[in-house]
């Protein structure tokens, strides 16, 4: 069974910073999803396991980084000027760098992130 475990969430003022990190039992290419309250989850930012590419979602693209730590097996998503509107559940997934969060076949449990104004 692939475990997904993100961690690193938590209340951060408005400009401010915060690194999520995800652990996956794998090497797989992963992708950071989010949800607010209403709203449907959406799509933030991926990459490849191997080859290196990165895509982002226009929403964060110049504000935030994925990386990864292949020795780890660990992705991180670095979150930089957050703004109240970022505020959100967050969730790892294992399996795609798709915007489509069908394509993903494992899911961690979510780490909220909440900015306030």
């Known amino acids: 069974q692939v475990q997904v475990v993100e961690s690193g969430g938590g209340l951060v003022q408005a400009g401010g910073s915060l690194r999520l990190s995800c652990a996956a039992s794998?090497?797989?290419?992963m992708g950071w999803f989010r949800q607010a309250p209403g709203k449907e989850r959406e799509f933030v930012a991926s990459?490849?396991?191997?080859?290196?590419?990165?895509y982002y979602a226009d929403s964060v693209k110049g504000r935030f980084t994925i990386s990864r730590d292949n020795a780890k097996n660990t992705v991180y998503l670095q979150m930089n000027s957050l703004k109240p509107e970022d505020t959100a559940v967050y969730y790892c997934?294992?399996?795609?760098?798709?915007?489509?969060?069908?394509?993903?076949?494992?899911w961690g449990q979510g780490t909220q992130v909440t900015v306030s104004s």
């Open positions: 990459i490849r396991w191997s080859g290196g590419s990165t």
């Open positions: 997934a294992a399996g795609s760098t798709d915007w489509d969060r069908y394509k993903y076949a494992y």
């Open positions: 794998g090497r797989y290419s």
